[in-house]
């Protein structure tokens, strides 16, 4: 009997610069890109996987990225899919289908179908016109990649629980920055550049202001779930508890302790206020500016919260106590969320 853990694959769908400013001003074709994407995956899982039906449904969490590596907006998409599709069997349960290896000339088929229904949908939605869309068609990859090289298999579960971190993470790693005077800092680069640069260099304000970029815009989901993992899926119950039988079964690695970071954490306290004083004195209100550095500390403090929203920001407010003084314009200000 095959195994009942579901193998993971990543997708990454970068599109042409034209299209990003779009989508980072037009939630709406976030929304079609992303659903174009899944839907061409689906139908090739539904046509590669031996005994799926025309009503087996793939499962899938997508991301939103609006960064690249450099703290510069870029606006693409990794989606952690399950490599396979479900088909619903009587009384509400599924079964999960593993889908057959990929190739490299099925990854290219599938790009070259999603660019064309990306391209055709901005042309319907008059984004692009007739002419740029042609044009654009004509180019050898149009600007568009896609990229399925990373698989998880249905039993490293750690090795999934990496891919999911990675994929959730915040735009901005403290690590990798170093403060090399008082308005001088320096951010390692993930990578070597093309142009042999490996870091960046900054000062406060301009850190700020960058990463002030990347914040995304407020009641937007920054993941997503399709498929059977949808949360208006009728057999989302049934194909989240699938293989968990299995899995407890299976020996268990002892639990790992408590990070030092959330034993750091001071207890959520039972007041809650915000208050933004200024050190020298005069008046000040809650305004944009600083809740924005706020919400730049929550992202880099708690990258794993989602401060989306002012409710959220809110709400992590009240869990968490927060002080810090920042440089620059904002160094007479002193933030303390209670
Ligand atoms: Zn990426």
Redesign the pocket.
């Known amino acids: 009997m095959s195994s009942r853990r579901c193998r993971c694959a990543k997708w990454?769908l970068?599109v042409p610069k034209r299209l990003r400013w779009y989508l980072e001003r037009e939630p709406k074709a976030v929304s079609a890109v992303l659903h174009i994407l899944l839907r061409v995956i689906e139908a090739h899982v539904r046509q590669t996987t031996p005994g799926a039906s025309p009503q087996a449904r793939i499962g899938a969490v997508s991301f939103v990225?609006r960064f690249?590596?450099l703290l510069n907006r870029?606006i693409?998409f990794?989606c952690c899919i399950l490599d396979g599709a479900f088909e619903p069997l009587e009384g509400g349960q599924v079964r999960f289908l593993h889908a057959q290896a990929l190739t490299s000339q099925e990854v290219a088929a599938i790009a070259a179908r999603v660019r064309y229904r990306v391209l055709r949908w901005f042309a319907r939605s008059a984004l692009l016109d007739a002419d740029d869309v042609r044009a654009m068609l004509a180019w050898d990859s149009g600007g568009f990649s896609l990229d399925a090289a990373v698989r998880i298999s249905g039993h490293d579960r750690a090795g999934l629980e990496r891919l999911l971190r990675y994929c959730a993470r915040p735009p901005f790693a403290l690590e990798r920055l170093e403060q090399l005077e008082a308005q001088r800092l320096i951010y390692h680069l993930p990578k070597l550049q093309r142009n042999g640069r490996t870091a960046l260099s900054l000062t406060p304000l301009e850190l700020l202001d960058q990463l002030a970029a990347l914040i995304p815009p407020p009641c937007l989901h920054r993941h997503r779930y399709h498929g059977l993992l949808a949360p208006n899926s009728p057999l989302r119950t049934a194909a989240t508890a699938y293989g968990r039988e299995e899995a407890s079964n299976a020996e268990q690695p002892p639990p790992a302790a408590a990070s030092p970071f959330l034993l750091a954490l001071p207890a959520p306290p039972s007041a809650s206020k915000i208050a933004v004083q200024r050190t020298d004195g005069r008046p000040t209100r809650l305004d944009w500016r600083p809740t924005q550095a706020c919400l730049l500390v929550l992202l880099v403090r708690f990258p794993l919260y989602p401060p989306v929203g002012r409710l959220n920001f809110l709400a992590a407010c009240r869990t968490y106590r927060v002080t810090y003084c920042f440089g620059g314009t904002l160094s007479r200000t002193r933030i303390i969320l209670n």
């Open positions: 990454v970068s990225y690249g590596s870029h693409h990794h």
